[in-house]
């Protein structure tokens, strides 16, 4: 069984910065995709940022220019390098990987920005 764990979530003020790590219980080459959605209070879950087995990135529009996400074939984890941090960024952040066509799910990390 596939296994995603997230940490690095935590309280930043407004203008501050996070890294969220997400490490897996097996190699992430296997995975043909990587990436983190994230969910507000009353608000559906939604993609903040993709990376391919390839190491194509994407990114949704309103994190661009301030998230990075990228990927150590080394240690089997993913991050997610957040800059310039507002407090629409809050929410619980999910790790998630697809292998072919099974999606595998982490059990999220806070993520709490004040204004």
């Known amino acids: 069984q596939v296994q995603l764990v997230e940490s690095g979530g935590g309280l930043v003020q407004a203008g501050g910065s996070l890294r969220l790590s997400c490490s897996a219980s097996?190699?992430?080459?296997?995975?043909?995709?990587m990436d983190w959605y994230r969910q507000a209070p009353g608000k559906q879950r939604e993609l903040v940022a993709a990376?391919?087995?390839?190491?194509?990135?994407n990114y949704a529009d309103s994190v661009k220019g301030r998230f990075t996400i990228s990927r150590d074939n080394v240690k089997n984890t993913v991050y997610l390098q957040m800059n310039s941090l507002k407090p629409e960024d809050t929410g619980v952040y999910y790790c998630?990987?697809?292998?072919?066509?099974?999606?595998?799910w982490g059990q999220g990390t806070q993520v709490t920005v004040s204004s």
């Open positions: 998630h990987a697809m292998i072919g066509i099974y999606p595998y």
């Open positions: 990376i391919t087995s390839g190491g194509s990135t």
């Open positions: 097996e190699s992430i080459f296997n995975f043909n995709i």
